[in-house]
């Protein structure tokens, strides 16, 4: 009998635990950590983040020892929620193009919370991680389109990500990693409503209830419960009650591939990834003719469809929002030469040369470009100066993408750079601890994500 698509998925898992990891895995495992860690920093310190880390307190009451963004420690289940819902409150933790959604925080949010407790090596830790990747972005990517214009595959896909980072970490053995699986897919969901509705601040809610979720998955399967086996592919799985429409062959197909941890992005900007390709090709144009924002006379950006389904919000009026805008962004770098985090916390949206140049900037979306998503994310934005001169940039492809890597330097000065808060030393102990996961002889230590990695001892103390 031939086995089903999640089956073959799951055998690959226990492969892949057995096999060494190779070494450009190890690097990009490195970077991902990096990347969360960046993620978790640049919001801890936030309103929004108190916000979700007493929302955190409320659903997992008790006392812990685990590191939490920007605050006291919590018990594991209340440390996973709220660094999941932190790591995503700047929209600079990583995501992926044909997946569709954010994979690091479903699966390095999970493994490490359970890591904490003391009792597992640096390689079951990469191996939890991994597979977080490996299935969040696989079943995100079979889902499809149709699937992520109507429900955040971060809270969908992803929850079956964590489940399977969960399980990995606790060790089940194959059948009962499946029944983790298929209980994380039963408790699947995360409307994009919220953002037709302008509740664009319980978004994190999504990673954070995706996270949860996948940790009772993996716990109920180690307790013997079972889980829905064919939780993809069934008549009342996701891929059919969800809107599925991409390829069901990404569940099971190159299992020989390098690991998908190495096709994810690592973001440029801090904002909504489909906003991307406007803004680096808005970049390319300011960097070739340093255009000064009074001569421009337009700015037009064409886009693929999608991207406004997703970040539609025309002007926004509030710093929730300005992840959202494309006229936003643009105006914002193009008057200030750079986009950063405090444009995005602290926004002056009624400054009059920022509404200026935001009136001169067109946006239309584009079928022809639509055709290419979601394997590219075409975008073309043409400046034209009052005094008739015109240039315009297509661009397909994200800096950061896998096609354009960041250099573990570049990722260092990016994480500076989204993370002011952070002191040097902090800096140096994160990347020291993110950079062990390259040295295969370190695999047998205890992998102890220590507090000081996740705020001051100021913050610890709250």
């Known amino acids: 009998m031939t086995p089903t698509p999640e089956a073959s998925l799951v055998a690959h898992l226990g492969r892949l635990r057995q096999q060494p990891i190779p070494l450009p895995t190890r690097e990009r495992l490195a970077q991902a950590l990096l990347d969360w860690f960046t993620a978790g920093w640049s919001a801890a310190g936030t309103p929004a983040a108190d916000r979700y880390r007493r929302t955190a307190h409320d659903c997992h009451p008790g006392a812990g020892n685990v590191p939490v963004f920007g605050g006291a420690g919590m018990n594991a289940n209340g440390a996973a929620f709220a660094n999941a819902a932190i790591a ?3 929209e600079i933790d990583d995501a992926h193009r044909a997946a569709m959604l954010h994979p690091g925080v479903v699966s390095v949010t999970p493994t ?5 407790s003391g009792g597992m090596t640096q390689r079951q830790v990469a191996d939890a991680i991994i597979a977080g990747y490996e299935v969040s972005l696989r079943l995100g990517e079979a889902l499809g389109t149709r699937h992520a214009a109507s429900f955040h595959a971060t809270a969908t896909a992803g929850t079956v990500g964590a489940a ?19 209980i994380g897919a039963t408790q699947a969901a995360g409307l994009w409503q919220l953002v037709d509705d302008d509740a664009h601040e319980a978004k994190s809610l999504h990673p954070a209830f995706a996270v949860r979720n996948g940790m009772t998955a993996a716990y109920a399967a180690r307790a013997g419960l079972p889980g829905a086996q064919r939780f993809a592919t069934g008549s009342r799985g996701l891929y059919r009650l969800l809107q599925g429409d991409g390829p069901l062959d990404a569940l099971d197909s190159n299992l020989d591939a390098p690991e998908r941890l190495n096709t994810a992005t690592i973001k440029a900007w801090p904002c909504c990834a489909q906003l991307f390709t406007p803004l680096d090709a808005t970049q390319e144009l300011l ?53 950063g985090i405090e444009d995005m916390e602290s926004p002056d949206l ?16 584009s079928d022809v470009f639509q055709q290419e998503f979601p394997s590219l994310r075409p975008c073309r934005v043409t400046l034209t100066l009052k005094g008739g001169q015109q240039w315009s940039v297509l661009r397909k492809l ?4 896998p096609e354009d890597p960041y250099t573990w330097v570049a990722l260092q000065a990016r994480m500076r750079a989204f993370a002011p808060a952070m002191d040097d030393a902090q800096a140096a102990a994160i990347v020291a601890w993110c950079e062990r996961f390259t040295d295969a002889g370190q695999d047998g230590a205890i992998c102890l994500p220590a507090p000081g990695l996740f705020s001051s001892a100021g913050q610890r103390q709250q």
């Open 112 to 116: 490490l919370a359970l890591a904490a």
């Open 398 to 401: 994200r800096r950061g993408d």
């Open 164 to 182: 399977a980072a969960s399980a990995t970490a606790l060790g089940l053995a194959p059948q009962a990693l499946h029944h983790a699986l298929g």
């Open 350 to 365: 009624h400054a009059p040369a920022l509404l200026a140049l935001a009136r001169r900037i067109t946006v239309r979306t």
């Open 88 to 90: 995503h409150l700047r």
């Open 287 to 339: 960097d070739i003719h340093a255009p000064a924002p009074d001569d421009i006379e337009s700015l037009d950006v064409e886009i693929f469809t999608h991207a406004l389904k997703i970040a539609g919000v025309d002007w926004p009026v509030n710093a929730a929002q300005t992840c959202f805008s494309l006229r936003y962004v643009v105006a914002r770098l193009v008057l200030a030469g750079k986009l």
